[in-house]
T-cell receptor, first 114, second 111 residues
Framework: DQQVKQNSPSLSVQEGRISILNCDYT??????FLWYKKYPAEGPTFLIS?????DKNEDGRFTVFLNKSAKHLSLHIVPSQPGDSAVYFC?????????????FGQGTTLQVKP | DTGVSQNPRHKITKRGQNVTFRCDPI?????LYWYRQTLGQGPEFLTY????????KSRLLSDRFSAERPKGSFSTLEIQRTEQGDSAMYLC?????????FGQGTRLTVV
């Protein structure tokens, strides 16, 4: 039962353009969401997060949007740079659990072409 | 470097052998997690420690797997009688509030 889904395994964009990575979830108890970036042979690195009480959070070139009614969030990267090429994971915390474990999506591989 | 540290980075072992991985979390974090990632998938939760207490274990953690966190500091993950299906990246994370920081992982290859 995949509670966090990233339905696009890969995405390719041109340098300078916008990258939009999507994530859907099924569990209405999820109350905090994070995006992680992962390079090959390295651990995930935190990018940006959003609480379920907000619908937008922005940090520099990265913006995360949350649509609770649709159980959908997206990460926008503007402008995209070749160094952004990596695997991006969407992750969620279950607010009904006190363990603090993260539920991850399958990841989307972003390639930014120069 | 005050981040999460994992050792070794890579481990190749023969099927049936035992392996042990170590994780040193960020010192002020009392929560520590182990995850496993296979190709094409996101990290999957294995187990969780609050200080030295192991409070949750995933069904993914078979009886061949054991984890410890003596004194609430570093943690070890041991896999006994390794199988080829154990080949994966094993990730450790420690957290403060709701932000988890990951180590660089240990890549296990069982041949």
């Amino acid at each position: 039962d995949q509670q966090v889904k990233q339905n696009s395994p890969s995405l390719s964009v041109q340098e300078g353009r916008i990258s939009i990575l999507n994530c859907d979830y099924t569990n209405s108890m999820f109350d905090y969401f994070l995006w992680y970036k992962k390079y090959p042979a390295e651990g995930p690195t935190f990018l940006i997060s959003i609480s379920s009480i907000k619908d937008k959070n922005e940090d520099g070139r990265f913006t995360v949007f949350l649509n609770k009614s649709a159980k959908h969030l997206s990460l926008h990267i503007v402008p995209s740079q070749p160094g952004d090429s990596a695997v991006y994971f969407c992750a969620a915390y279950d607010g009904s659990s006190n363990t603090g474990k993260l539920i991850f999506g399958q990841g989307t591989t972003l390639q930014v072409k120069p | 470097d005050t981040g999460v540290s994992q050792n070794p980075r890579h481990k190749i072992t023969k099927r049936g052998q035992n392996v042990t991985f170590r994780c040193d979390p960020i010192s002020e974090h009392n929560r520590l997690y182990w995850y496993r990632q296979t190709l094409g998938q996101g990290p999957e939760f294995l187990t969780y420690f609050q200080n030295e207490a192991q409070l949750e274990k995933s069904r993914l953690l078979s009886d061949r797997f054991s984890a410890e966190r003596p004194k609430g500091s570093f943690s070890t993950l041991e896999i006994q009688r390794t199988e080829q299906g154990d080949s994966a990246m094993y990730l450790c994370a420690s957290s403060s509030a709701r932000l988890a920081f990951f180590g660089q992982g240990t890549r296990l290859t069982v041949v």
